[in-house]
Each structure stands twice: as structure tokens, then as C-alpha cells.
């Protein structure tokens, strides 16, 4: 189902008001989650340094590319349940997580990467909002 707007020109959503804020909290925090990793990776792209230079340059551009491509997905959807997806630096500082500054050897930057907050399929982290109820589909 897709979102509608109203005569005020403002987004009006498919689902039911609580469900709406529960959904719009979880998409906020994969949006900064994911802006984050887009900035980290990029952070250590430009500083990793050793034998294992290369490839790991290149792997995390296609970990940069992949999380900015995410970010403006899940953006997307929670625009089009009527929440006001936050991409502001302000926004995505409150929650990021902390990386080193200057130059990283390469074995270091395998290392603060995997043990990050993100992992392929999930967060490790919870998140603050309950989780979405459970309902049983007519017909089923």
C-alpha cells in the first residue's frame, strides 16, 4: 500500500498511528546506523594502511556504496509511512559510534569494522522501540 497526500500536501500513512511511531523509530535508527557505516568506512578508506592496502580500499568503498545505497532506501520507506526520515549530521553524531582517527593499519580496521555495531543481516545492537506486535493474516 502506498502513502497518500492529503489537500495540505503533507504525507498521510497506510498504517495505524501507534504503528506508524514504532516503525518510524526503527527506521530512524537503521537511516543513522547506516549513514554512520557509510562515514566510518569511508573514514578508514582513506586510512587504512599495510599489506592488504588494496583490496581493503576497495572493499570498503563497496561497503560505502552498499550502506549509502541502503540509507536512501530505508529513507524512502519511512517517507512514505509519513515519517520525516532525519539524515542531519546532528541526527547521525547523537547516535554513531566512536572510530580512531589518523592512519589505520589494515589488520586494525578488519578489526574495528567487524566488531562495529553492524553486521551483514542485522545490528547487534537492540533497538530502543518494543518490537512490532505479531498479527495473523485474514485467510491464513
Known sequence: MTSTLSKGGVITSPLAAADTEIV????????????????TAKQAHWNVTGPHFRSLHLQ?????????????????RAAALSVSPDG??????????????GYLADRDVVGLIGR?????????????????????????
Open 24 to 39: 518510524g523509530a526503527v527506521l530512524q535508527e537503521a537511516l543513522t546506523d547506516l549513514i554512520d557505516l557509510s562515514l
Open 116 to 140: 562495529a555495531r553492524w553486521t551483514p543481516g542485522g545490528r547487534r545492537r537492540s533497538c530502543s522501540s518494543p518490537p512490532i506486535p505479531a498479527r495473523p493474516r485474514p485467510g491464513y
Open 88 to 101: 542531519r549530521a546532528a541526527a547521525v553524531a547523537a547516535a554513531a559510534q566512536p572510530f580512531p582517527a
Open 60 to 76: 570498503l568503498d563497496e561497503l560505502v556504496d552498499s550502506a549509502r545505497l541502503f540509507s536512501d532506501a530505508v529513507a524512502e
